[in-house]
């Protein structure tokens, strides 16, 4: 395990760098992956994001995985960076009351509740638009808000299966698999960012907001990519094939000579000539009729791959790491999450650093991947504390006084029997 106090501090961004976002106000209405993954990406960018959640448990990702960091889950503080939380109960009036004032000043709605939630709250787009016609709203959602399945659950390994981007996963001869990491959730969350930014612009330029819909079964499909426009095309599907791919040859994992293993991707011809006479020694590979060109390579795939693998038992795998950077052909070394959070490149990257929990701890923090030259991503800050930023945000944003604050804590708006 890479220890706390070997990760760096997190960097500091220029004191007179502007932020990308800064000046917009997001009311986060999220939970989960696909949600928080949004909003956290917005508040990097520099907006305001007000996380708000339900009294008592909050995001129920608060209690996933088992708390590690700070008496907190791993899971919530990997995607609440850079927020501010209030608690709201919205099944009492007086909660959606704060939750309608929020909204009339925010810039940004993102939602993921299941279609028609926000409605009962009186909190849909409809409503809110005639408080703020200039609000951009993003709803998330499984199956879309118009699908005949849109009142049914449905997670990201659901809609891996539906999709069929899980049967392109896996071996031939064994039942399709899932990715490792929820990819349908990560890329609807970038899709909704992508959405929220080009409303954004859109507002700008036309002065009006709109309603933004993502939902995990549209971006499932899209990300079979080229291999649902092959079948498009072609009529023919596709048949999984573990670890080498339909386009080119070689691509594929390969045990080495110490029992690890590395990962070759070599797509273009130049760098299969690489392999075979520079990393290799081997220019007979490169000449021989039946691996001369890409096609020839995809007829004689699995005999190509034997011998490969044959040769890469010969070496260990720091050799073979060596010798493929040094002629510069795309092999890398497959690697642990352990591992890779201790390889040279995550270390240089600062990848990985610490950030001060509200706690008064440090806790690890994986950085935002944008590197913005003239408006850098936020400083970050560790996931809020549940309902962290009440005071703050109903006194210094919503302008409530004593009194009226009271009034809500007695309604119930914040959690508790009203009275």
């Not at 608060?62 to 960091?69: E, G, H, L, V, Y």
């Not at 498009?232 to 390969?254: E, H, W």
């Not at 936020?378 to 604050?405: F, N, S, T, Y």
Request: proline share 7%.
């Amino acid at each position: 395990m890479l220890p706390l106090d070997r990760l760096p501090i997190a960097r500091k961004r220029l004191a007179d760098k502007p932020l990308a976002l800064q000046g917009l106000l997001v009311a986060d209405f999220t939970r989960f992956l696909a949600g928080p993954w949004c909003t956290q990406t917005l508040a990097d960018f520099g907006a305001e994001v007000i996380k708000v959640e339900n009294p008592g448990i909050g995001d129920e990702t608060r209690t996933f995985m088992p708390p590690s960091a700070a008496g907190q889950s791993p899971y919530f503080l990997g995607l609440n960076r850079n927020k501010k939380s209030i608690a709201l109960d919205l099944r009492i009036p007086a909660g959606r009351s704060v939750a309608r004032e929020l909204i009339a000043k925010a810039d940004v709605l993102v939602e993921n509740f299941a279609p028609g939630v926000m409605e009962r709250f009186g909190l849909d787009y409809d409503a809110m638009k005639e408080i703020n016609p200039r609000l951009i709203y993003c709803s998330i959602s499984g199956w879309g808000a118009d699908s005949a399945f849109a009142d049914q659950p449905g997670f990201d390994s659901v809609f891996q299966a539906e999709s069929g981007f899980a049967s392109l996963t896996g071996d031939p001869d064994r039942l399709p698999m899932r990715t490792g990491t929820p990819i349908i959730d990560i890329t609807a969350s970038m899709n909704a960012t992508a959405a929220v930014l080009a409303a954004l612009a859109a507002r700008d330029r036309l002065g009006i907001g709109q309603h933004v819909e993502v939902c995990l079964f549209d971006t499932a499909v899209t990300l079979l990519a080229y291999f649902g426009m092959n079948y498009l095309a072609s009529g023919k599907d596709f048949v999984r094939q573990g670890n080498t791919a339909p386009v080119a040859t070689p691509i594929g994992m390969f045990e080495c000579g110490d029992g690890r293993a590395i990962y070759v991707s070599c797509s273009t011809q130049r760098s299969w000539e690489k392999l075979a006479n520079a990393v290799l020694g081997r220019p007979d590979l490169a000449a021989h009729p039946n691996y001369a060109t890409h096609q020839d390579r995809n007829e004689h795939q699995a005999e190509l791959m034997e011998l490969l693998g044959a040769i890469f038992r010969t070496a260990p795998r720091d050799e073979w790491m060596k010798r493929s950077r040094h002629e510069k052909v795309p092999i890398g070394a497959v690697r642990s999450v352990a591992e890779a959070f201790d390889s040279p490149t995550a270390l240089e990257r600062q990848i990985a650093n610490r950030i001060e929990h509200p706690s008064g701890a440090l806790v690890p923090n994986v950085a935002s991947p944008f590197r913005l030259g003239e408006t850098p991503v936020a400083d970050p800050v560790a996931a809020p504390a549940l309902g962290e930023h009440r005071d703050a945000m109903l006194r210094g944003l919503l302008g409530l006084d004593d009194d009226r604050i009271a009034m809500l804590e007695s309604e119930g708006a914040f959690g508790g029997q009203p009275g």
